[in-house]
T-cell receptor, first 115, second 114 residues
Framework: AQSVSQHNHHVILSEAASLELGCNYS??????LFWYVQYPGQHLQLLLK??????LVKGIKGFEAEFIKSKFSFNLRKPSVQWSDTAEYFC?????????????FGRGTSLIVHP | DGGITQSPKYLFRKEGQNVTLSCEQN?????MYWYRQDPGQGLRLIYY???????QKGDIAEGYSVSREKKESFPLTVTSAQKNPTAFYLC?????????????FGPGTRLLVL
């Protein structure tokens, strides 16, 4: 079965700092990759996803992620974080299983941005 | 206003009791999912359903049961066999259980066992 590793469980940054959250997966075949975000008190929602094509994916609120197949990675980046980016971030991977594509989630990274 | 609703927001249960969590969607999605979220463990899949009257076990199905009698509804029952039921439960849906389909999540139900 595939697994997803998020290396940073807790990240604390100052506003305007750059952000990179790591995500690695263990599966050698075709994958579809997602980053979801859960803001305090809000629903989990999609930040961005990679399905095919350009491995550099841009999402909402200035976030981007790069799919590096050789490294089995899909790291999330933002050049300058804001206080409103404080949230929990989840990486997810979908692979084919008997014709279905059921996602596996990482453990999440809690990001706190202080002014 | 389309979306996923889960009720109640908080649920208290005595040990030994079964309890049912509600999940309804009006997005006309075929697939629905139940996840359990615990601190530091991310989201773990309990059950999923791709079509009415059919569902499959996820990674941690023991002690849980589901039904899918209607496309828009996917209730989860936490039975007394679940040894550690206190958790945050999330319901999700997607248009198709396909590769690139995004999942849409409900607000969650927090279950506390007293």
């Amino acid at each position: 079965a595939q697994s997803v590793s998020q290396h940073n469980h807790h990240v604390i940054l100052s506003e305007a700092a750059s952000l990179e959250l790591g995500c690695n997966y263990s599966y050698g075949g075709t994958v579809n990759l997602f980053w979801y975000v859960q803001y305090p008190g809000q629903h989990l929602q999609l930040l961005l996803k990679y399905f095919s094509g350009d491995p550099l994916v841009k999402g909402i609120k200035g976030f981007e992620a790069e799919f590096i197949k050789s490294k089995f990675s899909f790291n999330l980046r933002k050049p300058s974080v804001q206080w409103s980016d404080t949230a929990e971030y989840f990486c997810a991977v979908k692979v084919s299983s008997g014709g279905s594509y059921i996602p596996t989630f990482g453990r999440g990274t809690s990001l706190i941005v202080h002014p | 206003d389309g979306g996923i609703t889960q009720s109640p927001k908080y649920l208290f249960r005595k040990e030994g009791q079964n309890v049912t969590l509600s999940c309804e969607q009006n997005l006309n999605h075929d697939a629905m999912y139940w996840y359990r979220q615990d601190p530091g463990q991310g989201l773990r899949l309990i059950y999923y359903s791709q079509i009415v009257n059919d569902f499959q076990k996820g990674d941690i199905a023991e002690g849980y049961s589901v039904s899918r009698e209607k496309k828009e509804s996917f209730p989860l029952t936490v039975t007394s066999a679940q040894k550690n039921p206190t958790a945050f439960y999330l319901c999700a849906s997607s248009a198709l259980p396909g590769q690139g389909e995004t999942q849409y999540f409900g607000p969650g139900t927090r279950l506390l066992v007293l």
